[in-house]
């Protein structure tokens, strides 16, 4: 029996076969970015050095996160990182993984929040990814960013210290609105909730299930809309006048979530709901602005 391959080629070969065997999805950018995080290179890089030797140890810690890989556990979790609006965040057991369609959400609302706006609240923040994507492209705003797992707080409170934006975002322990100080109102309520249904969670990957927390996943049974629910009974104290809601949804939940808006459009004095499908076409985003109060005739 032949020596195990040892150049950085024929181990990437061989890694990516085994994976396609075990029917992983993508399984040579499965391999590459395995063996690239084990290195320490890009997937230039490693095209560059396919002669390379490579050490046992090297093999074997490949070996270890190719075994896990063929289980499905995420490639985010295996590396620690995720990439976000050009933002490396550390993610890992514990926390969402932030998601393109999220990045979507950020560009909606810096599309639509006026420059001057100072103070936003993010709902449920998981890595800390909205609130570090919006402090990064507005200097001037101020994010208090919610978040009532321990894990993911843990996650998202690096992630804030190795941006070095601890005096903008500023990282609350609580449910929904529960640990925001009375009398407190933002330019911009954002948050990307749970929205599946466990009782039908359509177009959930199984890995996802497996892998990913479900307090962030999923909703009450049968209760999609509860989330929404939750953060639109505040909008009509805490959302400043020409304020800015925005929420991510999803399959089965969309029309929950702008029904919970209606629910307050009223009192709260919200426009027009807008309802923003994805760049898959999907409909995606729940969007409302408060208008400033009318002055009465006199």
């Not at 061989?14 to 995080?37: D, F, M, N």
């Not at 290179?41 to 070996?63: N, W």
């Not at 249904?197 to 299930?209: F, K, T």
Request: hydrophobic share 40%.
């Amino acid at each position: 029996m032949g020596d195990p391959p040892s150049t950085l080629k024929a181990v990437l070969d061989a890694a990516a076969s085994w994976l396609e065997q075990k029917g992983v999805e993508a399984p040579r950018r499965s391999a590459e970015w395995l063996l690239g995080h084990v290195l320490g290179l890009d997937r230039l890089q490693l095209y560059l050095q396919h002669d390379r030797p490579l050490e046992e140890s090297e093999r074997a810690a490949l070996r270890a996160l190719i075994a896990r890989r063929a289980h499905g556990e995420p490639i985010a979790y295996l590396c620690g990182t995720q990439d976000f609006c050009g933002h490396e965040l550390e993610v890992g057991p514990g926390v969402l993984i932030p998601r393109p369609e999220t990045e979507e959400l950020v560009e909606l609302v810096l599309a639509r929040l006026p420059e001057t706006a100072s103070s936003a609240i993010d709902l449920g923040t998981g890595s800390g990814a909205i609130p570090i994507a919006l402090c990064h492209a507005r200097p001037g705003l101020h994010v208090t960013a919610v978040e009532v797992d321990e894990k993911a707080r843990a996650i998202a409170e690096r992630n804030i210290a190795r941006f070095e934006l601890g005096g903008r975002i500023r990282l609350l322990a609580g449910s929904w609105w529960e640990p925001v100080r009375e009398g407190e109102t933002f330019d911009l309520v954002v948050s990307n909730p749970p929205y599946v249904d466990p009782d039908n969670p359509s177009g959930l990957e199984a890995a996802v299930r497996r892998f990913e927390p479900d307090v962030a996943l999923f909703t009450p049974p049968s209760d999609p809309g509860a989330p929404y629910r939750e953060i639109a009974t505040q909008l009509v104290t805490r959302l400043r006048t020409g304020g800015l809601c925005a929420l991510e949804t999803g399959v089965g939940s969309v029309e929950a979530s702008a029904e919970a808006l209606r629910a307050v459009s009223a009192e709260a004095g919200l426009g027009e709901l807008e309802i923003v499908k994805d760049l898959s076409g999907h409909d995606r985003f729940v969007v409302a602005r408060r208008k400033a109060v009318e002055s009465a005739s006199s």
